[in-house]
């Protein structure tokens, strides 16, 4: 599981190096499908993560910062950096044993849902790639190439 988290941080930095030639008011343009912008898909990325493991770290979710506070590339990056400090030594640590282990949260009708550990963590993987995506289908929009989305040769496995 750490291989992918990499593979999708990797993958998130080099989205952030292609932004840097793209207008700010292409980062910010209101796009067909995902979430929105490039930029805000960026920001979205990040705050699922961050906020999934908080939860497995049993720490209380914070709400949800609001995207004006951070609506420029440099502000998007430095989001990821401080958030990226908290999720990193929780993936790292990941053993077999917190695979099955349960966290209950409570739906806004106030049912309590039992998710497992494992089934989030690879939902936050999938969630990254979902959006990846949509970031590659917009750059082709835009007439640039996307980034690779290839896992093989990004010297994860070296």
């Known amino acids: 599981m750490l291989k992918l988290f990499q593979y999708n941080w990797q993958v998130r930095e080099d989205w952030f190096t292609w932004c840097e030639d793209v207008p700010e008011e292409e980062l910010l343009k209101k796009r067909t499908g995902g979430v929105g912008s490039i930029l805000y898909t960026l920001f979205h990325i990040v705050d699922v993560e ?70 989030i963590m690879r939902h936050v993987i999938a969630h990254e790639i979902h959006h990846i995506g949509q970031l590659s289908v917009w750059s082709r929009e835009l007439g640039k190439e996307p980034v690779t989305a290839n896992l093989i040769g990004r010297g994860l496995f070296d």
């Open 50 to 119: 961050y906020s999934w493991i908080l939860s497995l770290k049993g720490e209380p979710e914070p709400e949800e910062p609001p995207f004006e506070a951070y609506a420029s590339l440099a502000r998007v990056k430095e989001f990821s950096k401080l958030c990226h400090k908290e999720v990193k030594p929780f993936v790292i640590s990941w053993t077999s044993e917190i695979e099955s282990q349960t966290l209950s949260e409570t739906n806004s009708s106030g049912e309590t849902i039992n998710f497992k550990y494992g089934e």
